[in-house]
């Protein structure tokens, strides 16, 4: 005769169930009995929150699914992860509920559009991590980002550009905002000394900088940055840990011949 699951402690329970994906809880797990039903319901089952689309459940409305675990939270959620699928109206409704917001990951989610990005940022003032690798949003999203969320810690984002391209904005708007930022990751981003400089002068705190780049282009032609002289010294001086790998658009790096450094 197999175990009575029923009679394992409730908090022990819960720690089971925490372990399968949101959507396994949601449409087949709460469903055993009444008392997995319960502890379904319990906001701290939902205070974080990850799914991605893998599209190997075409049928399954990830929007809805998740809209749904959001507002189990009732508030309490603390973290959330979305790859692949996240909406302009599912954002809205996240900001809505995520006061509590401590990390927000939307990695590929080319659905959200500045403009609503904006509209939101300031319902998350907790905020210490931000992924939003893979997106749409630009350098006046970063702007908004450092004013509407004074405690930042962490921020990863990317950019597509030509290599052609020398572009500081993305540096110059992280330098103003991002005060208190520790660790940060710029995909495939293309700046210069000047845009470091700016990023030292106006970060103090930082510790990592990871700077992958396109896996289709040379690091030597890519990279604007010369760390010789007296820049390499001063991130030397500052910065535990810098990071030079190569990125490719579908997320997966590979780090280049003498891409790593560490004091």
């Known amino acids: 005769m197999g175990p009575n699951w029923l009679e394992l402690p409730r908090d022990i329970t819960s720690n089971i169930l925490q372990r399968l994906g949101v959507v396994e809880i949601l449409t087949n797990a709460r469903n055993v009995c009444p008392y997995w039903w319960s502890i379904c319901k319990d906001p701290r089952m939902w205070r974080t929150i990850h799914m991605i689309n893998n599209e190997t459940s075409p049928d399954v409305d990830l929007v809805k699914i998740c809209r749904y675990a959001v507002e189990q939270s009732c508030g ?32 590929k989610c080319r659905n959200i559009l500045h403009k609503q990005f904006s509209e939101v940022a300031n319902k998350f003032p907790l905020l210490e991590e931000l992924d ?83 896996k289709d282009l040379d690091l030597r032609e890519c990279l604007n940055l010369d760390l010789s002289g007296k820049l390499g010294k001063r991130y030397q001086d500052q910065i535990i840990y810098l990071r030079l790998s190569n990125y490719d658009v579908d997320g997966n790096w590979y780090d280049h011949d003498n891409s790593c450094r560490k004091k």
């Open 132 to 214: 939003i690798s893979f997106s749409n949003l630009c350098k006046d999203s970063l702007e908004v980002i450092g004013r509407s969320c004074p405690l930042l810690k962490s921020i990863k984002f990317s950019r597509m550009f030509s290599k052609d391209i020398e572009l500081n904005d993305d540096a110059f708007a992280i330098a103003k905002t991002m005060t208190k930022l520790r660790h940060l990751s710029m995909f495939g981003n293309l700046l210069t000394n000047v845009g470091l400089h700016a990023i030292l002068d106006g970060c103090p705190l930082l510790e990592s900088i990871w700077v992958p780049l396109l």
């Open 76 to 107: 309490e959620l603390e973290d959330i992860e979305i790859v692949s699928f996240c909406t302009d109206d599912l954002l809205q409704y996240i900001a809505s509920c995520g006061s509590h917001l401590r990390r927000i990951q939307l990695t």
